[in-house]
C-alpha cells in the first residue's frame, strides 16, 4: 500500500504560481513513477504530467507544457508540481497517483494509489 497526501492548493491569480507537493507513505516510493491529474467541475480527470521512479523521464499534457514542471525527492518521498503562468482553465482538483510501474505512463489505468486531491483555482 501506498498513501498520498497532497498539499498546496489554493487561489491564485492568472499569471501567477503555485507549487504543489504529493508525499508518499508505506511502500518504497522509488519503485513508482509517479503522475498528477487533474479533474475540473463537470470535465472527466484528465493527465497533466508523469515522472519515472529515477526523475529521469517526464512526460507533460500539451497543455501545460512549458508552464508546469515535475519533479521528485526520493530521499524525503515527495513529488512536486510547480505550476507558472497559470489560466483560468487550469482550475481544477488536483490528485497525485502512484503506478505499478517504473516508467512514464499517461493512462490513469496504470496508477494503483491516488491522493485525496488539492484544489486550485485561478482567477481570471
Known amino acids: 500500500q501506498v498513501q498520498l497526501v497532497e498539499s498546496g492548493g489554493g487561489l491564485v491569480q492568472a499569471g501567477g504560481s503555485l507549487r504543489l507537493s504529493c508525499v508518499a507513505s508505506g511502500r518504497t516510493f522509488s519503485n513508482h513513477a509517479m503522475a498528477w491529474f487533474r479533474q475540473a467541475p463537470g470535465k472527466e480527470r484528465e493527465f497533466v504530467t508523469a515522472i519515472n521512479y529515477s526523475g529521469g523521464s517526464t512526460d507533460y499534457a500539451d497543455s501545460v507544457k512549458g508552464r508546469f514542471t515535475i519533479s521528485r525527492d526520493n530521499a524525503k518521498n515527495t513529488v512536486y508540481l510547480q505550476m507558472n503562468s497559470l489560466k483560468a482553465e487550469d482550475t481544477a482538483v488536483y490528485y497525485c497517483?502512484?503506478?505499478?510501474?517504473?516508467?512514464?505512463?499517461?493512462?490513469?489505468?496504470?496508477?494503483?494509489?491516488w491522493g485525496q486531491g488539492t484544489q486550485v483555482a485561478v482567477s481570471s
Open positions: 497517483a502512484a503506478s505499478r510501474n517504473f516508467f512514464v505512463v499517461r493512462s490513469a489505468n496504470a496508477y494503483d494509489y
